[in-house]
Structure formats: structure tokens, C-alpha cells
């Protein structure tokens, strides 16, 4: 309940400020978040988002996840540069619960989501990670 609240305290200050962030902590963010992954942008469609998952920190996420397709707004969304099909992005996101059984997920401009390749350390920090779910097993040599 705690990190809920840090979370909409930082995204507030961030709304009210005209979307300046006020910085979290790599850790904070993952714990703000209910998916952290990394991912290729496949398709933007229909107002989703998909990706093809490599990598997984947290959550429940399969090969695939589709995601809101909307461009930064009050925060919330992507930056245009991230939307291209074929970009790959290291991406913290959650669902706003806007009514019940909403499954629809979000990223913002506040929450560590960026290209994979300008992610600096966070790889080191959050770890090996693990594959997304229904991924075939390595192969034992």
C-alpha cells in the first residue's frame, strides 16, 4: 500500500508540475510497477501496442504482451520516439484500475521505461530477470 502511494504521490507532483518527474529510485519504480520487461515493439494497432518479450523482472508476462497505444499525455503514455514497430524498450508498466476486471496496461514518462539500449545499469541492477511464461526451455548440452 505504501509503494501505491509513492507511486500516485510521484505521478501527482509529476501531473502538477506539467510532467517534470521527480526522480525514483530503479527499485521504487519496479516496485511501483506490476510488469517490468524487456520487449520489441511487433505491431501498433488498434489502439494496442505488442510486443515480443525476451526478458521479465516482474509480473505475469508471456511471449507476447499489448499494451495501450496512446503518445505521452499528463504523463501517462509513450514518448513518440518509443512508439516504431521494431524498438526495443525496457518497460516498468500498470494498470490505472479504472473499473473492474480493467486489464489494459500503461506506461509513463516517470516510470524508468526506455530504449533498451539507452537503459544504462539497469539491467545490472534489476538482475537476470527470467524468460516470459509458456517460453521453451533452454536446451540441456
Given amino acids: ?14 501531473n502538477a508540475l506539467g ?5 525514483l529510485s530503479l527499485n521504487k519504480a519496479k516496485a511501483g510497477a506490476e510488469v517490468v520487461f524487456r520487449g ?17 523482472w516482474k509480473g505475469n508476462v508471456g511471449r507476447t504482451f499489448d499494451m ?6 499528463m504523463c501517462l503514455g509513450f514518448l513518440p520516439k518509443w512508439l516504431q514497430v521494431g524498438n526495443d524498450l525496457l518497460v516498468f508498466a500498470w494498470r490505472l484500475h479504472r473499473h473492474p476486471g480493467d486489464n489494459d496496461y500503461f506506461t509513463g514518462l516517470c516510470s524508468h521505461t526506455s530504449f ?13 530477470g527470467r524468460p516470459p ?3 521453451p526451455q533452454p536446451k540441456q548440452q
Fill in 1 to 14: 500500500m505504501r509503494i501505491a502511494f509513492i507511486f500516485c504521490l510521484v505521478w501527482s507532483a509529476a
Fill in 19 to 23: 510532467c517534470d518527474c521527480v526522480p
Fill in 40 to 56: 520489441t515493439i511487433t505491431d501498433i494497432r488498434g489502439g494496442k501496442v505488442s510486443f515480443r518479450v525476451d526478458r521479465v
Fill in 68 to 73: 495501450v497505444d496512446f503518445e505521452a499525455s
Fill in 116 to 128: 533498451a539500449s539507452e537503459a544504462g545499469d539497469a539491467f545490472e541492477k534489476l538482475g537476470k
Fill in 133 to 135: 511464461r509458456n517460453s
